[in-house]
């Protein structure tokens, strides 16, 4: 079955950087693209963009260009969100979530901006 | 602010029927399909409606959605307790070629 397994939480101070990983089992990895969401204290979900589980393009959304860098390990079947300079303001839950191919093209990538299935959400708590 | 809209509450009795809208415009409800996501408290969102109408497989016949121009709507009917939750509209947008999630829209069951 369809699974995705994402890391647990984090604690980190501000300034730092935090990697999260997303591992998935059960589908062909390279079928589907992976999407990162966030979502603060509270507040609804953003799209922060996609990664071709192909050739190992990253999509970034306006706001996630910089400090966030999306990355693969293709023969683990794991995907990384790496956050650098953390801020306070970057403490929220990151989903990852699988897409299948559809007619939504951006670079190398065309997703059907459908999300499946979702990991469990990885919290990223920023604090002095 | 999204770009996106939808009220950030909705209610209703058991068995009643609540609808959730979702406005957008024409880069994007308007010319591509709207998904639906419900998020129970404290868990992943999960997919309800895809394409503006389809569902999952195992997502009860309760729940359907609809399009029409720039605006879409979820349909919940026969209102149960466990129905209780966040639900989240989102659709690509041609302009920005990147993706967008509505406010959400908080449902009780009274």
């Known amino acids: 079955q369809v699974q995705i397994l994402q890391s647990e939480s984090e604690l980190k101070n501000p300034g730092a950087s935090v990697k999260v990983s997303c591992k998935a089992s059960?589908?062909?990895?390279?079928?589907?693209?992976l999407n990162w969401v966030r979502q603060a204290p509270g507040q609804g979900l953003e799209w922060m963009g996609w990664?071709?589980?192909?050739?190992?393009?990253?999509i970034y959304a306006r706001g996630f260009t910089g400090r966030f860098v999306f990355s693969l390990d293709t023969p683990v079947r794991t995907a990384y969100l790496q956050i650098s300079s953390l801020k306070t303001e970057d403490t929220a839950v990151y989903y990852c979530?699988?897409?299948?191919?559809?007619?939504?093209?951006?670079?190398?990538?065309?997703?059907?901006?459908?999300?499946?299935?979702w990991g469990q959400g990885s919290q990223v708590t920023v604090s002095s | 602010q999204s770009v996106l809209t939808q009220p950030p509450s909705a209610s209703g009795a058991p068995g009643q029927r609540v609808t959730i809208s979702c406005s957008g415009s024409s880069s994007n409800i308007g010319s591509n399909y709207v998904n639906w996501y419900q998020q129970l408290p404290g868990t992943a969102p999960k997919l309800l409606i895809y394409?503006?109408?389809q569902r999952p497989s195992g997502v009860p016949d309760r729940f359907s959605g609809s399009r029409s121009g720039t605006s879409a709507s979820l349909s919940v009917s026969g209102l149960r307790s466990e129905d209780e939750a966040d639900y989240f509209c989102?659709?690509?947008?041609?302009?920005?070629?990147?993706?967008?999630f509505g406010g959400g829209t908080k449902l009780t069951v009274l």
């Open positions: 394409k503006n109408s």
């Open positions: 059960g589908y062909t990895f390279s079928d589907y693209g």
């Open positions: 979530a699988r897409d299948p191919k559809g007619g939504y093209c951006v670079g190398s990538g065309c997703y059907s901006f459908r999300f499946d299935y």
């Open positions: 990664i071709n589980t192909n050739t190992g393009q990253a």
């Open positions: 989102a659709v690509w947008d041609d302009s920005l070629s990147g993706g967008l």
